[in-house]
C-alpha cells in the first residue's frame, strides 16, 4: 500500500537539492501563467511503485489512468485517492500538472462519474478519452461546476479537461468543435 513515507523519501531525493536546471525550470512554470506539457507521463492508479515515484520524474504533467491500465477498477480509485491525499503536501507538487485519465463517457455511467469522485479532490482536472462532441464536454462542465461550488472545494482554480478526440471517426471529424469545449485546455 502507498505510504506517506514512500512518497516523501522518494520525493525528497528529487527535490530537497534540486540541480541548477531544475530550479531554472520551476522558476519558469511560476513566471509563466500557461502550462507548458512537454512531458507527460502516464502511470496505471493501481501500480504502488509506478505511483509513488511519479512526481520524482520531473515531468509537466503526470497522468494517473484509471481507464485502460488499470486492471482492478475500485482498486485503482482507491489508491488514486490515497496518493492525492499525499502529493499536495509533496515538495514538488506544485511544479507538476496532476490530471486523472477517466473512462469514456460513453461507458457506464457508474465509472467515470466515480472516477471523476475519486481523483476530484488533488487533481489539477481530467483527461477524458474518446470525445466525439462538445456535448460530453459540457455535461462534464456542468458536474465539476457543481462540485466546485460545494462548500468542501477549497481551491481557486477550476478543473481543465484534456480531452483525446482523435480516437473515433466521428471525434476527428468535430475536433474543431471538441477544442472548444468548456474547460479544455489543450
Known sequence: MLTAHLLKEAVKKRFL?????????YLSRHLSSERRR?????VPADNDKFISKALTLGADTIVLDLEDSVKDKQLG???L???????????????TEVLVRINPLSSSIEDWREDIISGFDGSDGFMVPKV???????????????????????????KVL??????????????????????VCA
Open 17 to 25: 537539492h534540486p540541480p541548477p536546471l531544475r530550479r531554472q525550470l
Open 38 to 42: 512537454r512531458s507527460v507521463h502516464f
Open 77 to 79: 480509485r482507491e489508491k
Open 81 to 95: 485517492r490515497a496518493f492525492l491525499d499525499i502529493a499536495n503536501s509533496v515538495p514538488g507538487r506544485n511544479t
Open 132 to 158: 466525439e462532441t462538445q456535448d460530453e464536454l459540457k455535461l462534464l462542465d456542468e458536474i465539476l461546476s457543481d462540485m466546485e461550488s460545494s462548500s468542501n472545494y477549497n481551491n481557486s482554480h477550476s
Open 162 to 183: 484534456l480531452p483525446i478526440a482523435t480516437e473515433t471517426a466521428l471525434a476527428v471529424l468535430n475536433i474543431a468543435e471538441v477544442a472548444q469545449g468548456p474547460r
